[in-house]
């Protein structure tokens, strides 16, 4: 029997600029600091967005030489989030362009019988984000 996973805890990301990428989640998304401290190799700083809960560990490493992130390479492709409505992706839409964060425009998509919308930005550091909806099919 496999045992049960229950969510995802968290994600953790590695940036450039640890103050500057802190900020842009706390600004963008209203993510509050809960924990940070040494890391092994560097230094982190844990988020959580109140409401849902949900957490990303922003990392700093030392060995970092401020390369862009790029989904090319093995390791992380992109995060995807949900949102409970339809309409939440055109509030985040809004959202995002006030804070003057580049996006994709939602797309609404059928793909072999699913239906879903989803909208596409980057972070800072070029980390692909999705906020995703999925009506009841």
């Not at 600029?17 to 706390?26: K, M, Q």
């Not at 849902?52 to 700093?60: D, E, L, N, T, W």
């Not at 060995?63 to 409505?85: C, K, M, Q, Y």
Request: proline residues 6%; hydrophobic residues 40%; aromatic residues 10%.
């Amino acid at each position: 029997m496999i045992p049960e996973l229950a969510a995802t805890h968290h994600t953790a990301i590695t940036v450039t600029d640890l103050e500057a990428s802190v900020a842009w989640y706390e600004q963008v998304f209203g993510f509050a600091k809960f924990m940070e401290g040494p890391h092994p190799g560097g230094y982190a700083i844990l988020l959580m967005e109140p409401r849902s809960q949900v957490v990303i560990a922003v990392h700093r490493h030392d060995a970092n030489e401020g390369e862009r992130f790029t989904e090319t390479r093995t390791g992380l492709d992109h995060i995807g989030w949900s949102v409970p409505r339809r309409e939440d992706l055109d509030a985040w839409e809004a959202r995002l362009r006030e804070h003057g964060v580049t996006f994709t425009p939602t797309v609404d998509v059928e793909e072999q019988g699913i239906r879903f919308s989803v909208l596409v930005f980057r972070d800072p550091d070029n980390i692909q984000f999705e906020l995703c909806w999925m009506p009841e099919n």
